[in-house]
């Protein structure tokens, strides 16, 4: 994944993430680096990875995002592992398909510091700005 781009903020009983990026491959890089920003302490394997295909249906492209970022919960918590890269992206205003490259925790390197127990709409949005080119 690139350079992180994105800010936590605190919000009422929960943190947020705004995120900004040129492309909505970047966007979704950039959000799942500020969900494990937020668990933090995190170190993965890099030997070992598993490719895995997602796809998913929504309303736009914000529940999408929510989706993603779902999922990612899941495989970290279910699964013990985060995201390394995302390819492949293809992308509607409701549907968005992608590979996945997943790698287990580190866990002798790692010690989260934040529990997530969910991803919210609660201010879920995704603005275009035109003059900076992002989403």
Not at 10 to 25: F, L, R, W
């Amino acid at each position: 994944m690139t350079n992180p781009s994105f800010k936590l903020f605190q919000h009422t009983a929960d943190m947020g993430i705004c995120a900004s990026a040129s492309t909505y491959q970047e966007l979704l890089e950039q959000a799942a680096h500020g969900l494990y920003a937020i668990i933090g302490g995190l170190s993965a394997q890099e030997h070992e990875e598993e490719v895995v295909e997602l796809a998913f249906s929504a309303a736009d492209r914000a529940a999408l995002l929510h989706d993603f970022l779902s999922e990612l919960l899941f495989y970290f918590s279910a699964k013990s592992k985060v995201l390394g890269s995302v390819t492949n992206v293809k992308y509607t205003e409701s549907e968005l398909a992608l590979c996945a490259i997943f790698r287990p925790i580190d866990q002798t390197q790692s010690a989260p510091v934040c529990e997530v127990k969910a991803i919210t709409y609660h201010g879920l949005s995704i603005t275009e700005n035109s003059t900076a080119g992002g989403e």
